[in-house]
């Protein structure tokens, strides 16, 4: 596709349950982010992947996050028991090189409002 | 302290006016700097990129780094009501880590009058 592509645009989860936000990066891009982007702040760094490697999961709040990018191309952040404190845009971004050389700037897809009730 | 300041605002300007948009950061050793436009419940989208001390001009924007002093600006001239959004300030870099992480600021809010 011509950008990224993010699905669901919005979720609403009931306090508990668990999500899984899908994310499809623009074709051959190697590095892939999620954000997390609270009303009124600026993203927040989630976790990165370079290709099918999640070298870099210092963002994730708590053991309920988990992102996965199996084949290297799409990505899905899954929350578990989710609270409401995970009300949030969650925004993920690719961009085309990776690590180690002058890494390119990174697009953004729509993003994935989620609210928990 | 916060790794990256931006004045939050909301700065009003009037049409036509050059609006201005300030960005300090707190690691030196960064190295690559971003200003992302982001319109209400939409998605941030870059607009400009800057690498070097000085200024790098596209169109209507101008992007100012000066490293020394760890600031970093966006210029937006003859302002239009379609630039009116948050203006986030992106670093990546910060704290000498990663080279792949971007670090934002809160955003400015930028109101262009009719």
């Known amino acids: 596709g011509a950008g990224v592509s993010q699905s669901p645009r919005y979720k609403v989860a009931k306090r508990g349950q668990d999500v899984a936000l899908r994310c499809d990066p623009i074709?051959?891009?190697?590095?892939l982010f999620w954000y997390q982007q609270a009303l009124g702040q600026g993203p927040e760094f989630l976790t990165y992947f370079q290709n099918e490697a999640q070298l870099d999961k210092s963002g994730l709040p708590s053991d309920r996050f988990f992102a996965e990018r199996p084949e290297g191309s799409v990505s899905t952040l899954k929350i578990q028991r989710t609270q409401q404190e995970d009300s949030a845009v969650y925004l993920c971004?690719?961009?085309?090189?990776?690590?180690?050389?002058?890494?390119?700037?990174?697009?953004f897809g729509q993003g994935t409002r989620l609210t928990v009730v | 302290q916060k790794e990256v300041e931006q004045n939050s605002g909301p700065l009003s300007v009037p049409e036509g006016a050059i609006a201005s948009l300030n960005c300090t950061y707190s690691?030196?050793?960064?190295?690559?700097f971003f200003w992302y436009r982001q319109y209400s419940g939409k998605s941030p989208e870059l607009i400009m990129s800057i690498y070097s001390n000085g200024d790098k001009e596209d169109g209507r924007f101008t992007a100012q780094l000066n490293k020394a002093s760890q600031y970093v600006s966006l210029l937006i001239r003859d302002s239009q009501p379609s630039d009116s959004a948050t203006y986030l300030c992106a670093v990546r870099g910060l704290g000498g880590g990663s080279n792949y992480k971007l670090t934002f600021g809160k955003g400015t809010l930028l109101t262009v009058n009719p």
């Open positions: 971004a690719s961009s085309l090189v990776g690590q180690g050389v002058k890494v390119t700037e990174a697009f």
């Open positions: 690691d030196r050793g960064s190295q690559s």
């Open positions: 074709s051959g891009h190697v590095s």
